[in-house]
């Protein structure tokens, strides 16, 4: 019979590219409500997306990997003069970007499945804690067969040991998942996927945000070996 329990859609592999979409098509209004205007309150982070777009030739191809429903990295990186697209895993966040930035190009797209592109640039901003830790390896390698060597990478995330499904922080009553980084094992990925680490650095939270400090590396993208 209809209704019944057993004909429920079962919940997706916890980190897995459905289970991102399931979370962030259901928080993604949350989320826009929440965070709209956010980097007005972060000089620190403004800076070093300014630093990021400094570093990449004017007119450069970079992803916002993960843009999520604001669309405010994507648009601060395209006032700079670079050809940005912004992309997430769930189609009501680029909706709601595509609405919020008219001015900026959006595209549902998976992160950690973009190998065959040839960026000058890619910015993750707090968008690797929706995977395992166990991932990130995959993750950093898809980025480096992406970015044309001397492409820059800037990778914003949350210090912590913390990887599993957790109430979700933002509020929202869902069950999500929640990874969390350290510099070391950060740099160690990176460096592993063929990044030469150009600096990390790690602040405190700001009195508004969750009581996280928070981790900035900036990488850049190392000549390929030639094969011998």
């Not at 697209?85 to 998976?110: H, Q, T, Y």
């Not at 957790?166 to 990874?179: E, K």
């Not at 950060?186 to 405190?204: H, K, M, N």
């Amino acid at each position: 019979m209809p209704g019944r329990a057993a004909d429920a859609l079962p919940m997706p592999l916890p980190g897995s590219a459905a289970d991102v979409v399931r979370a962030w098509d259901a928080r993604a209004d949350l989320y826009l409500r929440l965070f709209r205007d956010e980097l007005d309150g972060k000089p620190f982070d403004r800076e070093v997306l300014d630093a990021f777009a400094g570093r990449v030739t004017g007119g450069g191809r970079v992803y916002d990997a993960g843009c999520g429903p604001c669309g405010h990295v994507t648009e601060l990186l395209a006032a700079h003069g670079l050809d940005v697209l912004g992309i997430d895993l769930s189609p009501r966040c680029v909706a709601l970007a595509r609405r919020e930035k008219p001015g900026c190009r959006f595209a549902v797209m998976d992160q950690r499945d973009i190998a065959g592109e040839r960026l000058d640039g890619l910015v993750s901003y707090y968008s690797l804690h929706d995977q395992p830790r166990s991932g990130l390896p995959a993750t950093l390698t898809s980025w480096a067969a992406a970015l044309r060597p001397g492409g820059q990478l800037l990778i914003v995330a949350k210090e912590g040991t913390g990887d599993g499904v957790i109430d979700d922080p933002l509020g929202s009553g869902l069950r999500v998942y929640w990874a969390e980084f350290t510099e070391y094992g950060l740099r160690a990925a990176a460096g592993a996927a063929g990044f030469r680490i150009d600096a990390c650095t790690v602040r405190e939270a700001y009195g508004d945000e969750i009581p996280t400090r928070r981790i900035y590396l900036a990488a850049t993208r190392e000549a390929l070996t030639a094969p011998r």
